[in-house]
């Protein structure tokens, strides 16, 4: 029994796979061919998040902190709606990866649910998320966040719906370096000016680089800017935080 649902399991990764590989081809296919129209170049997670009828979609691979994530997002608001996260440490991602469990949080409860979290993304138009872990307890590889506008869930569905993408992530994800197909992190995702940033504070500040790390985020959530550029005016010698 347990080999048949494993199986019926690997079937549906298998299909999700192969619908969004298909998807992003198309659409790298019709920027191809319309080069001489400016036009960003189609992003893996906005093929991810039309599959599941969403507006905006992130996927992380976890680090030993936020700023040690790679992220890959559909679009700006989407990876506004997961900085808010990193700023304010509580939100769908956030939850799904501690808990390593999946979660659909839509309207009012999602006030409820995250006290800071919930009113700083409906300021982004966020109404409703969902969230999966990527990969099975224990051996979770990051986290699938999906956004909303409508302030209505089909809560089962959409959790099922989540799990089944992030299934055919994480398979991506493990056959990234084995197999050619779309990627789904790229070198851009890293927090490489985070990362720097975070050292230069830890120096100037005499603290280790988590402390470093929390400084920068509090910054960022004082100037409602995001920690990338926070990190940038440091790296630049604009702004000091000690």
Same mark, same amino acid.
């Given at each position: 029994?347990?080999?048949?649902?494993?199986?019926?399991?690997? =079937?549906?990764? @298998?299909?999700?796979?192969?619908?969004?590989?298909?998807?992003?081809? +198309?659409?790298?296919?019709?920027?191809?061919?319309?080069?001489?129209?400016?036009?960003?170049?189609?992003?893996?997670? *906005?093929?991810?998040?039309?599959?599941?009828?969403?507006?905006?979609?992130?996927? =992380?691979?976890?680090?030993?902190?936020?700023?040690?994530?790679?992220?890959? *997002?559909?679009?700006?608001? #989407?990876? &506004?709606?997961? $900085?808010?996260?990193?700023?304010?440490? $509580?939100?769908? &991602?956030?939850? *799904?990866?501690?808990?390593?469990?999946?979660?659909?949080?839509?309207?009012?409860?999602?006030?409820?649910?995250?006290?800071?979290?919930?009113?700083?993304?409906?300021?982004?138009? +966020?109404?409703?998320?969902?969230?999966?872990?990527?990969?099975?307890?224990?051996?979770?590889?990051?986290?699938? !966040? =999906?956004?909303?506008?409508?302030?209505?869930? @089909?809560?089962?569905?959409? +959790?099922?719906?989540?799990?089944?993408? &992030?299934?055919?992530?994480?398979?991506?994800?493990?056959?990234?370096?084995?197999?050619?197909?779309?990627?789904?992190?790229?070198?851009?995702?890293?927090?490489?000016?985070?990362?720097?940033?975070?050292?230069? +504070?830890?120096?100037?500040?005499?603290?280790?680089?988590? #402390?470093?790390?929390?400084?920068?985020? *509090? %910054?960022?959530?004082? @100037?409602?800017?995001?920690?990338?550029?926070? #990190?940038?005016?440091?790296? %630049?010698?604009?702004?000091?935080? !000690?």
């Amino acid at each position: 029994m347990a080999e048949a649902v494993t199986n019926a399991r690997l =079937t549906v990764c @298998a299909s999700s796979t192969a619908m969004l590989s298909e998807l992003y081809a +198309v659409r790298t296919e019709r920027w191809i061919d319309d080069a001489g129209v400016p036009a960003p170049r189609p992003v893996f997670m *906005a093929a991810v998040a039309s599959v599941l009828g969403t507006s905006g979609a992130i996927a =992380t691979l976890r680090g030993r902190r936020h700023a040690a994530e790679l992220v890959a *997002a559909s679009d700006a608001k #989407a990876r &506004a709606a997961h $900085e808010l996260e990193y700023v304010l440490a $509580e939100g769908p &991602a956030t939850e *799904a990866a501690t808990r390593e469990t999946s979660i659909a949080v839509a309207g009012a409860a999602l006030l409820e649910r995250w006290p800071q979290y919930g009113p700083a993304v409906a300021e982004l138009g +966020v109404r409703a998320v969902t969230a999966a872990s990527l990969g099975p307890p224990g051996a979770s590889l990051g986290v699938l !966040c =999906t956004y909303a506008a409508e302030p209505v869930l @089909a809560a089962a569905a959409a +959790v099922a719906a989540t799990d089944r993408m &992030a299934g055919a992530l994480a398979q991506m994800v493990l056959l990234d370096d084995i197999l050619p197909g779309p990627p789904v992190f790229h070198e851009d995702a890293l927090r490489v000016a985070v990362h720097q940033a975070a050292g230069m +504070v830890s120096v100037h500040c005499g603290c280790d680089v988590d #402390a470093a790390e929390d400084l920068l985020a *509090a %910054r960022a959530f004082a @100037a409602g800017l995001p920690v990338e550029e926070i #990190a940038a005016q440091v790296l %630049r010698g604009e702004t000091h935080l !000690c």
